[in-house]
Structures are given as structure tokens and as C-alpha cells.
């Protein structure tokens, strides 16, 4: 039996005989244009890895981001910062508030920590209210509707910032 080598050989040598070189060209960009056509309906793997019920999941930006769900305000991800620091211009408040937010993609609970970046008009953009587990203003701590910029020297509110800040007890 020949070996592979002489097998390619072979073939090799037949092509050249009975196809022209612009004839074998043509057949290889015919087949590249059909995989080319088929590729896009093939079932192919195309989110790369992300969340796939939501992929917005651990966007700064996007309201739907986990550590948001006790968020009441505008994301300073929108606004200049990012989803942990004030925008420049800004300070953090004096005061925060807490929630306990599930992240989708370990299903354990998290300690999030919200405060307010101070010191401008309202930033306007984004505005989130995830509210899990909040609870009125008399637990000052976990209440989430009130400009905590309230203790600082400019009570200006532009954004609210979010910090995890460890993971709750199983
Ligand atoms: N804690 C966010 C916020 C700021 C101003 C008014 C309502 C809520």
C-alpha cells in the first residue's frame, strides 16, 4: 500500500494534469463562499462565554448588573465615574446605605454597600431602582430613597456608587 506521502503525491500530480490552475482557484473560492453562506446558521457558540439569560448582568452601566439590586438612583458608571468611584468633581456621602444582592453566577448572596457622590446637580443619566430588601426610612441603613448627600458640606446629588462589600453567611 502506498504511503500517505505518495498518496498525496499522487493526487497531487493528477490535479495538475486534468485542472487548469484558474479552474482549481474558482472551486476553492466557491467552497470558501458556501461555508462563508452556511456559517451564520451553523450552531455555533457566539455569546463567547458570557451570561446567557442576561447579558448585561455585570455591565457598570446597565441597571440589571447584580450588585445594583438594592441601587436607588443614577449609576455613576453613566455619569463620568464608575460603578465604584465618584465621578471627578465629586465626594463620596458621609452616609451609605446596604442590601444583600445574589449573584446569578455563584448563586451566593453578597454584602453591597450604596453611596452617594455629592457636590453636583443631578447627573440625569441611568437611573436604577432595584430596591431588594429595602425598608423605610426609620432603618436608616438599608433605607435607600433619601439624598444621603445629606451630611455633607455641598448636599448636592449627582450619582450613587456601589461597593461589594463581602459575602453573606450561607
Ligand atoms: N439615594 C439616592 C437618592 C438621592 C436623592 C434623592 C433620592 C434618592
Not at 77 to 91: I, N, V, Y
Request: with cysteine.
Amino acid at each position: 500500500m502506498p504511503s500517505f506521502d505518495d498518496q498525496v503525491a499522487g493526487f497531487a500530480r493528477r490535479l495538475a494534469t486534468h485542472a487548469s490552475r484558474r479552474g482549481v482557484l474558482s472551486r476553492l473560492g466557491r467552497v470558501m463562499l458556501g461555508a462563508a453562506a452556511l456559517t451564520p446558521v451553523l450552531p455555533i457558540e457566539r455569546n463567547f462565554g458570557r451570561a446567557q439569560a442576561n447579558e448585561h448582568q455585570m455591565d457598570a452601566t446597565k441597571c440589571d448588573y447584580w450588585k445594583y439590586c438594592s441601587m436607588d438612583g443614577q449609576l455613576c458608571a453613566c455619569c463620568g465615574g464608575s460603578g465604584h468611584e465618584c465621578p471627578a468633581g465629586t465626594e463620596a456621602g458621609k452616609v451609605s446605605w446596604v442590601g444583600t444582592c445574589r449573584n446569578g453566577h455563584d448563586g451566593r448572596d453578597y454584602l453591597v454597600s450604596y453611596t452617594d457622590c455629592c457636590g453636583k446637580s443631578s447627573c440625569g443619566m441611568c437611573d436604577c431602582h432595584g430596591n431588594v430588601r429595602e425598608r423605610p426610612g426609620y432603618s436608616m441603613g438599608v433605607h435607600n430613597d433619601s439624598n444621603w448627600c445629606m451630611a455633607n458640606k455641598n448636599v448636592s446629588y449627582h450619582c450613587t456608587i456601589s461597593v461589594i462589600v463581602g459575602v453573606a453567611d450561607q
